[in-house]
């Protein structure tokens, strides 16, 4: 009976450690909550609130996310990197046209988030590219970390919708990806 009690007292100790009243600079800097009236997922981080979040349903090896970062600080920031467990690797892009061809371009450094403004990522402009990502299908969660250069490290609950839905200038064929062409979108 002694180690069930031991095992009772060091759960009830890890839920006080893990209240909501936690009050560490970390617990203060980064909160993630679905609010009914926003629809959707919304988190923040430092001075910077992520909005409208989205993954569209895989129609190939490749997706896109998108989302919005307002920046409510007076100091700029840069997304530079998003990670999940469900693509070995998430790529920062920006969508170019020249004459009538479009082509993605990886954007290695980030994508800015000025102070005082709000970056929209969005299907047929800057965006999140998952790799070879796994299997998915419409209303599921997908727990993704944006990684700010100054803010720090957000987790969000994002959720997969499908490409029909995704709004922007892309179609479903877009996200189609073989790693090539993405019915008229290159890789640069």
């Known amino acids: 009976m002694f180690p069930l009690a031991a095992l009772v007292i060091a759960g009830a100790s890890l839920a006080v450690g893990c209240s909501s009243d936690d009050t560490t600079p970390e617990a203060k800097a980064s909160s993630t909550e679905v609010t009914a009236e ?58 170019v046209t020249d004459g009538d061809r479009t082509s993605m371009q ?14 929209v990522l969005e299907p047929g402009g800057l965006h999140a590219m998952f790799m070879k990502v796994e299997p998915l299908t419409a209303d599921e969660q997908v727990p993704v970390t944006l990684s700010f250069d100054k803010a720090g490290d957000v987790e969000v609950e994002v959720p997969v919708i499908p490409l029909t839905e995704l709004g922007g200038s892309m179609g479903h064929s ?11 979108m290159d890789h640069g």
Do not use: C, Y
């Not at 990886?106 to 970056?119: C, F, K, R």
């Not at 877009?174 to 993405?182: F, I, L, P, V």
């Open 38 to 95: 926003s629809g959707g997922t919304e988190a923040s981080v430092g001075d910077l609130k992520i909005s409208n979040a989205r993954i569209g349903e895989p129609a190939g090896p490749n997706t896109g996310m998108f989302l919005s970062i307002t920046n409510d600080g007076d100091t700029a920031d840069r997304l530079v990197a998003v990670t999940t467990g469900i693509s070995p690797e998430v790529q920062l892009h920006e969508t």
């Open 106 to 119: 990886e954007l290695p450094s980030g994508i800015d988030v000025p102070a005082g403004t709000t970056t």
């Open 174 to 184: 877009d996200m189609d990806s073989d790693g090539a062409d993405h019915g008229g």
